[in-house]
């Protein structure tokens, strides 16, 4: 059906899409997880280039919920692109509790972007779903044109049902304006500035902190589940390295995974042992199987993305997960805990 729409052929670009100029790049949601790693490519790396300007927002300098604090900081900005991560975020256990709060709150961001980019004439909105919207009964691997193929998990189905209405919206304002606004589908992301609260955070940053604490104080660490769950967690600057490419050279309105290799999932269990070899932590390892497991698996295919970049190289999550502890023990007092 019309969703399915990967084939379609890259957009003429419109009138007002031919921007000469350097980029105006607006970030909403700049001060998080993957915001920060953007920030650093673009400042630290290279991913500047001469002339542009790029601006990475947090709530301080608009509330996205609402319309008019959304249109205000546009205007100040006047983007020419837009990269929206801007969203209420968390780990199964805080979206098992508010999946009303994660629809609402989404749907609402979500519009007052892409409603005021279009109104401003932005020339490129790329925004972000996530790989844990897929549907729950689904083969394997998944890939792009099967996220609208049957219901989402149901401990997240608030969260994901906003975000696949993004990739509906996208559809809606290319099919009516020509608007090239399109996404990309990150697998679990980690890194430094992570959420690493113990109760609404995710898995990995949670249990970085669990660990950090039970090392601490000589207390073993309690992993939640089975830990036989498997993801494909991506690190977040190799992530910001990705979305920096995606904003540049990416022309479909089709979503795009970004995730690493199918054969780089691990279990949980085995994401625990790396952060406990990465802190150093000899204590003992238990599992408190009277909590939920969540989504069992939801490998997802980046055979899109090895078409264009068959070279982009990860960074192994063991030196990762390692480079993240150590960001995270070095920046306790002011990390998100
Ligand atoms: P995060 O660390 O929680 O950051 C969320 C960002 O959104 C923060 O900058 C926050 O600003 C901003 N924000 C939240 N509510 C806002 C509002 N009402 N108005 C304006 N800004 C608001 O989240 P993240 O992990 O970086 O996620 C970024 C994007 O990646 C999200 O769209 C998320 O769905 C997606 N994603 C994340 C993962 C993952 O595993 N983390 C995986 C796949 C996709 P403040 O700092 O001021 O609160
Ligand atoms: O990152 P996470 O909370 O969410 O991971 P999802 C949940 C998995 O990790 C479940 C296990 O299998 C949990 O049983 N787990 C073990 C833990 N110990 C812990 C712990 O201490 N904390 C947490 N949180 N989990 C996410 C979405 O789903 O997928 C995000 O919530 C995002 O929004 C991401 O979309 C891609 O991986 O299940």
Redesign the pocket.
């Known amino acids: 059906n019309f969703l399915h729409h990967s084939e379609q052929p890259a957009p003429k670009k419109m009138e007002s899409d031919i921007n000469t100029g350097p980029m105006r790049v607006l970030v909403?949601?700049?001060?998080?997880?993957?915001?920060k790693a953007i920030e650093h490519v673009v400042l630290q790396e290279g991913g500047k280039l001469e002339g542009e300007e790029w601006i990475f927002?947090?709530?301080?300098d608009?509330?996205?919920?609402d319309v008019g604090q959304t249109r205000a900081v546009f205007e100040k900005y006047r983007p020419t692109h837009v990269i929206h991560?801007?969203?209420?975020?968390g780990g199964l256990f805080l979206h098992m509790k508010e999946n009303m709060h994660f629809l609402r709150?989404n749907l609402r961001?979500n519009d007052n972007v892409l409603q005021t980019a279009h109104e401003m004439g932005v020339t490129k909105v790329l925004s972000?779903?996530?790989?844990c919207i897929f549907p729950d009964k689904t083969t394997y691997p998944i890939d792009e044109t099967m996220i609208h193929n049957g219901q989402p998990h149901d401990s997240n189905f608030g969260y994901s049902y906003a975000?696949r209405m993004i990739d509906v919206q996208n559809r809606a304002y290319f099919q009516q304006f020509g608007r090239r606004y399109t996404a990309i589908i990150?697998?679990?992301?980690?890194g430094p500035?992570?959420?690493f609260n113990i109760e609404n955070g995710?898995v990995l940053s949670a249990l970085m902190n669990k660990t950090y604490k039970a090392k601490t104080e000589g207390t073993p660490v309690t992993v939640c589940g089975t830990g036989a769950p498997r993801r494909q967690f991506i690190y977040s600057l190799d992530l910001g390295r990705l979305i920096v490419w995606v904003l540049r050279e990416y022309e479909e309105i089709a979503p795009i995974i970004l995730s690493v290799n199918e054969e780089d999932e691990v279990s949980i269990k085995e994401a625990v042992e790396m952060i406990a070899d990465a802190l150093d932590f000899k204590g003992k390892i238990q599992f408190d199987t009277t909590l939920p497991d969540g989504q069992m698996k939801k490998t997802a295919s980046n055979a899109k993305l090895r078409r264009y970049l068959p070279n982009f190289t990860f960074t192994p999550l063991q030196e990762a997960i390692k480079k993240t502890c150590d960001w995270f023990v070095a920046n306790y007092d002011t990390a998100r805990t």
């Open positions: 909403t949601g700049g001060s998080g997880l993957v915001g927002l947090s709530t301080k608009a509330d996205l919920l991560l801007a969203a209420k975020v709150d961001i972000c779903l996530s790989s975000k990150p697998t679990n992301v980690f500035y992570d959420n995710h």
